[in-house]
Structures are given as structure tokens and as C-alpha cells.
């Protein structure tokens, strides 16, 4: 077995024993079959809980199943995002602090390898179990809402898939450059907060990672900015490399500062 499929399966190992193979899909599934329904049965819960005066009739918005999408993709924007960090942020800083890389370190293995290993299957873990939260949403989007085509769905993960890829990159590519505090730190920065500073100045620019979630929904019927589109998915892709590479060279430099 080579080096590489060791340090693979090191890693499935290691995300089966600490449960993250498990809790992660659940939770992004579980917001997947929450959205469709709550916003069906939505007017019926107000009617009966929301204390609203006598012959009070409000007008609620005909919610179609691409609304859900977008509106489930949102919830995974805030929520699913934090989720990523807080899972993985000590993915290779956790490991320096706790002296279990020594145990690879000494061991015939580059660090291409080993950051590699674990983008791969991080990535893996996040790309299935947010797959698998869309993909309940469909199935309750259809019996609630109304039927939406395959080659839009698809269409939509695969952009947004772009994004988590680069989101789990971040958190990675700081994990090797710092302890895992500021490895947090920074991943909101830059995957939060700089996400609430595109939607609010974005206008200004059309080409950048922030807005392949806007790009995404727009699977859903508009077709206007494919050159920007495309331009924000090869800037992406571009950044990612990039990113990979940095992981790789912080994860050798700050090899020396493993506790032992």
C-alpha cells in the first residue's frame, strides 16, 4: 500500500472514530427536509401559534420548489458554513498541538500527501453530506411544492459544490498555517464575513468566490452574466490551486513546532 492510500485511509479512520462521518450529513440532511416543510405548513403554524388578532388574514408569498433551494442554500450559507470550520479548523493545527503528527512526521510520507489526504476526504465528507441535504429537500420539494427539473438541480450543486470546495480549502490551508484559534478566526473572516461585504458591495464587481451562491441559484431559470459566471469559476478554481499549494508549505514549515 502506498504512502498516499495509507494517509487516505488514516483519515477515514480517524473521521469515523471522532463521529464526523456521521453527525455532519445528519445535520445538513436534517436542515434539508426542515426547509421544504416549514415553509409549506408555515401559514397553518402562524394561524395556530401566533397569537394574531381575530379576522387578521395575511397574504403569504406562493413559495415554488427553486425558492426552497435558494432558501436552503442560504441556511447552509450561515449555519452549514460554521459547521465546516468548527469540524475541521484543527484538522492539521489540532494534530501539531496534540504531538499525534510526530507519529506521521517520522514516518515516509511528503506533505503534499498529507494535506492532500485530508482535502480529499474532508471535501468527500462535506460534498455527500450536503449533497444529501439537497437531495432530501427535493424529495419533500416535490410531494410539497411542485416538481423541479434534474438538469437545474444539478446545475446548482455543481456551482455550489465549487464554492464548498473552496470553503473547506480556506479552513485547511489555515489550519497548516496557524494554531487552530486563529485558523478559525480567519476562516470566518474571509468565508463570512467577507460573504456579508460582497452582498452588500458586490454591486460594484461581478467576478469573485463570494458569489458563486448567487451564481448558483440563478440555475433556476436566468441566464444573464455568463461571462462573469464563468470568470468567477475560473478565478475559483485559480485560488483553490493556489490554496492547496500554501497548505502543502505551511504543513512542512510548521512541521517543527509539533509538541512532542
Known amino acids: 500500500m502506498s504512502s498516499f492510500n495509507a494517509l487516505l485511509h488514516k483519515e477515514l479512520r480517524e473521521n469515523i472514530r471522532n463521529f464526523k462521518m456521521y453527525w455532519i450529513p445528519i445535520v445538513f440532511v436534517i436542515f434539508g427536509i426542515l426547509e421544504p416543510i416549514s415553509n409549506h405548513f408555515l401559514p397553518e403554524i402562524m394561524k395556530s401559534v401566533g397569537n394574531l388578532p381575530e ?57 503534499s500527501q498529507y494535506f492532500l489526504s485530508k482535502w480529499i476526504v474532508v471535501n ?60 478559525a478566526g480567519l476562516s470566518i473572516l474571509v468565508l463570512l464575513v467577507f460573504q456579508v461585504i460582497d452582498s452588500i458591495l458586490g454591486t460594484y464587481w461581478t467576478v469573485s468566490p463570494w458569489k458563486l451562491s448567487t451564481y448558483a441559484s440563478n440555475a433556476f431559470g436566468a441566464s444573464d452574466g455568463q461571462s462573469a459566471y464563468w470568470m468567477s469559476v475560473g478565478l475559483t478554481g485559480i485560488l483553490i490551486i493556489v490554496l492547496v499549494f500554501f497548505g502543502m508549505y505551511m504543513a512542512k514549515r510548521n512541521a517543527a513546532k509539533t509538541l512532542v
Not at 425558492?67 to 447552509?76: A, C, K, N, R, T
Not at 458554513?81 to 510520507?109: D, H, N, Q
Not at 441535504?133 to 411544492?145: D, E, P
Request: proline share 2%.
Open 55 to 111: 379576522g387578521t388574514d395575511f397574504v403569504w408569498p406562493e413559495f415554488r420548489g427553486e425558492d426552497i433551494f435558494v432558501s436552503l442554500m442560504g441556511q447552509y450559507q450561515l449555519i452549514g458554513i460554521l459547521v465546516i470550520i468548527l469540524a475541521f479548523m484543527g484538522s492539521i493545527s489540532g494534530e501539531r498541538k496534540t504531538g499525534t503528527a510526530t507519529l506521521l512526521y517520522v514516518r515516509p510520507m511528503s506533505f
Open 124 to 183: 468527500a465528507i462535506v460534498l455527500a453530506s450536503v449533497w444529501l441535504g439537497f437531495f432530501a429537500a427535493w424529495y419533500y420539494i416535490r410531494i410539497l411544492f411542485n416538481s423541479v427539473a434534474a438538469g437545474e438541480v444539478f446545475a446548482f450543486l455543481g456551482t455550489y459544490s465549487l464554492w464548498l470546495v473552496f470553503a473547506v480549502t480556506v479552513v485547511l490551508a489555515f489550519s497548516a498555517c496557524m494554531s487552530t484559534g486563529g485558523a
